[in-house]
């Protein structure tokens, strides 16, 4: 997956989140498929990059729009849907629930119903 590239950025990340920060790394990280039970051991680093810094927030902002104009015009592979930014889906998802609210099946509201009657609560659904 990803070949060279792919495996160098996999060491990056795996130095960054785990070497450095003094956590597990390679094969000491547990795996979440073959035990599903036991604490991952997962380590993080988190960084904050200040664009004023490089070239100043609206150059910054003003580039961005352009790779992201750049990224949406690359047809995809198999010449259907449009290419997303990480993280759109979620951000249409919250817009959408917040406009219209969160679907919910309906056992779970009859559910929600019957906790609201024994607890004599409002239930706005």
Not at 45 to 61: C, Q
Not at 88 to 97: G, K, P
Not at 99 to 123: T, Y
Request: aromatic residues 8%; glycine residues 10%.
């Amino acid at each position: 997956m990803g070949m060279n590239k792919g495996m160098g950025l996999s060491m990056f990340i795996d130095i960054l989140t785990g070497v450095l920060t003094g956590g597990p790394f390679l094969q000491d990280l547990s795996s979440m498929y073959k035990s599903p039970n036991d604490p991952s051991q997962t380590s993080h680093l988190f960084a904050v990059v200040n664009p004023d810094f490089f070239m100043g927030s609206a150059v910054f902002k003003d580039r961005m729009k352009t790779w992201v104009k750049m990224i949406k015009e690359t047809p995809m592979a198999d010449g259907k849907g449009v290419q997303l930014i990480p993280g759109e889906l979620e951000y249409q998802s919250m817009v959408r629930r917040q406009e219209n609210g969160i679907d919910l099946p309906e056992k779970l509201v009859d559910e929600l119903r019957v906790i609201q009657c024994e607890l004599g609560m409002a239930l706005k659904i």
